[in-house]
């Protein structure tokens, strides 16, 4: 095998040789850097026989060594054997619950850092991935043990009295033949992947679930992972036709100052296994299921290859699969990878690749990091009295002769505590957050270096006070206008007491206050017809006007008196539209005349008639004859009865005006 592919190195005889992919070196690579990089940890299982085929086939063509290297024979030479050395090796006898705590159960406590995590099962169909991941009632796998473990973590971490508040949520998902499908939620079809401004992976309209025990996880998993596509083929009775992910969500909020958010995720990732068409007997629809799987792999490989080489385009965008992997592999997770293998020669091939994938993708290089945020509570603001910010001599100057004569009282003084337990800077809340953000770490750490860091803020204070200054001097302003309101208030009621004969003759320039006035709005007839402005007045300024625009009558109206009891009631002036009925007449014959006469541009010239609605009336005029009356324009296709009357409201008065 060539040793330029990062394969296994050969050596004559029985003796093994040793893997270059598989030296533990890399563990202490950026050891030094921030963040620190952490491994891909890549463990293998090996299934045991199964279908009675023990002894059948002859010996495994896998052998483990100890608990973290296996050798298998060279298919190239028979006398060689290929020795492969990974974080963790688990033989035929192994339980699930030595592949958990072993490999899995050591990465959960990371997603109480807010760090992401991932666990990927990785292997050739039927070499027992989804009994890994699945397991059964009695021999629960990795995906069970992984939530009972992290929902027990969360109710001990987020407990009364902890300075953490936690909560879970679930998301259940498939690719299958490169369409994203919500496990939780199949009616919603293909799904998209998207990327955020901070390069985390996200998928808009994926259903959560918070769940809070194991009882609820089941009650949205299990009947999820019916909907799971699978299929029957040559070597498995149930082969999974899809990659299944399952995304667990952990949120902590800080129930203290300074309230800080972390988020935490768990990529728990069932991979559909690699598949020979020529050994499963694929056909149709499976053959097509098989070449996306078989496709979608490939890229994957194609993506550990770049990062291992250090390329500067990693392809994750070429699949479905490896755009969700992109956190997992070179991302920010602490990823493991568990590659599963059969020992019988039959799958001999698809071990070697296998393995091989498995080796390079232990040099990939994480760098995980804690998905930590502030989150802004916007505080209340303190206002203080004018007293306290200028002194008693400045707030005198301030106030003017005015508000000294009228004795307008002094906002209250804050309390000498409240303005204490606040920070000057915190007093700016309605700044923008990135800013505030930032102005709070910088008072936090002038705040731990005592006095010496104090003179730092004299600048921002002198600023501040001018600002409260001017904000006092607005609201001694907004004083002097609620006592002048009062004033006129006063006036007003000493004037309805007067005589009504003298409150006829008094002054029409006596102002009624803002408070007390009534705006009454004209509301528009139901059936109102507009007249443009010069016609109205041509047709007032005529002796034979036919036409009278406006009819005034009195409507009484109840008003809303001093005395909430005794409603009084005032007549309002109401204005209606009056037309001759001989001019009416005039108008429906001329648009009568012209709908049963006029060409297509002719009947342009009227109101809300275009192009397309001028063609479906001489379109229909010529099928089924002339208009009989106005009212017949409704039966034109695309004219409905609302559109009719509107044209008519339009163009009757114009078309009856120009009669005259």
């Known amino acids: ?123 050739p169909t039927g070499a027992g991935k989804t009994h890994t991941m699945l397991g059964s009632p009695e021999q629960p796998g990795v995906i069970p043990r992984a939530l009972m473990d992290l929902l027990q973590l969360t109710r001990e971490e987020g407990g009364e009295g902890r300075p953490w508040a936690l909560s879970v949520t679930m998301s259940y998902l ?176 698809d071990t070697v690749s296998a393995l091989n994938f498995a080796a390079r993708s232990k040099e990939v290089i994480n760098r995980p990091f804690t998905n930590e945020s502030l989150q802004l509570r916007v505080l209340a603001p303190v206002k203080l009295s004018q007293k306290e910010l200028l002194g008693p001599s400045e707030a005198k100057r301030a106030r003017g002769p005015e508000e000294e004569e009228t004795g307008s009282p002094e906002p209250p003084a804050a309390p000498a505590s409240a303005s204490q337990e606040l920070s000057p800077l915190q007093k700016l809340s309605s700044m923008d957050p990135a800013v505030l953000e930032r102005l709070l770490s910088l008072d936090r750490l002038l705040g731990s270096q005592g006095s010496q860091g104090t003179h730092g803020l004299n600048t921002p204070r002198r600023e501040r006070m001018v600002l409260m200054k001017t904000m006092e001097e607005k609201d001694l302003e907004i004083e002097r206008l609620k006592i002048k309101q009062k004033e006129l208030e006063a006036k007003v009621l000493a004037q309805e007491a007067v005589d009504p004969k003298e409150k006829e003759n008094s002054s029409p320039t006596m102002l009624r206050p803002l408070a007390r006035r009534t705006v009454t709005v004209a509301k528009p007839l139901k059936k109102a017809v507009v007249m443009p402005l010069q016609l109205i007045q041509e047709q007032a300024a005529s002796p034979n006007a036919e036409i009278h625009i406006l009819k005034k009558k009195g409507r009484k109206r109840k008003l809303e008196s001093l005395d909430a009891s005794e409603p009084e009631e005032k007549a309002e002036d109401c204005w209606e539209l009056q037309i001759s009925p001989e001019l009416l007449a005039h108008g429906r014959q001329k648009i009568l005349d012209l709908l049963n006469e006029g060409s297509a541009r002719d009947l342009r010239s009227l109101q809300r008639i275009g192009q397309k609605k001028a063609q479906l009336i001489v379109g229909w005029r010529e099928l089924h004859g002339p208009f009989s009356q106005v009212e017949d324009l409704e039966r034109v296709e695309g004219i409905s009865g609302k559109q009719m009357e509107s044209f008519l409201k339009a163009n009757i008065l114009g078309l009856a005006a120009s009669q005259r």
């Open 174 to 349: 498939e690719i299958y033949q490169e369409k994203v499908l919500d496990l939780l939620d199949p009616a919603s079809g293909d799904l998209v992947i998207r990327e955020d401004c901070r390069g985390n992976i996200l998928i808009p309209g994926l259903t959560q679930k918070p769940i809070t025990s194991f009882a609820e996880f089941e009650q949205h998993f299990l009947p999820a992972s019916r909907n799971r596509t699978v299929g029957a083929t040559r070597l498995n009775q149930r082969s999974s036709r899809s990659h299944a992910v399952l995304l667990v969500k952990v949120e902590q909020r800080e129930r203290l100052a300074p309230f800080r958010q972390r988020e935490g995720k768990l990529y728990l990732i069932d991979l559909a296994g690699s598949e020979d068409n020529r050994r499963t007997g694929n056909k149709g629809l499976r053959l097509k299921e098989s070449g996306a799987i078989n496709s979608s792999l490939f890229v994957l490989g194609k993506v550990v290859d770049a990062l291992n080489q250090g390329l500067p385009r990693v392809p994750y965008r070429d699949s479905k699969l490896t755009r969700l992997l992109q956190d997992s592999l070179g991302g920010s997770a602490h990823s493991i990878l568990i590659a599963n293998i059969a020992p019988e020669r039959r799958f001999y091939l």
């Open 1 to 123: 095998m060539d040793a330029g592919r990062r394969g296994p190195l050969r050596r004559r005889g029985m003796a093994s040789a040793t893997s270059g992919a598989g030296r533990c070196r890399l563990s202490k690579v950026g050891a030094g850097r921030r963040p620190p990089p952490a491994r891909v940890r890549v463990a293998v299982r090996l299934r045991p026989f199964v279908d009675g085929t023990d002894g059948a086939g002859g010996p495994p063509c896998v052998r483990g060594l100890d608990s973290c290297s296996l050798e298998i024979a060279n298919w190239r030479n028979h006398q060689e054997t290929l020795k492969y050395q990974f974080d963790a090796f688990y033989g035929e006898k192994s339980s699930q619950q030595d592949i958990y705590a072993g490999s899995v159960q050591p990465i959960l406590r990371h997603l109480l850092e807010g760090q992401n995590a991932s666990v990927l099962a990785y292997g």
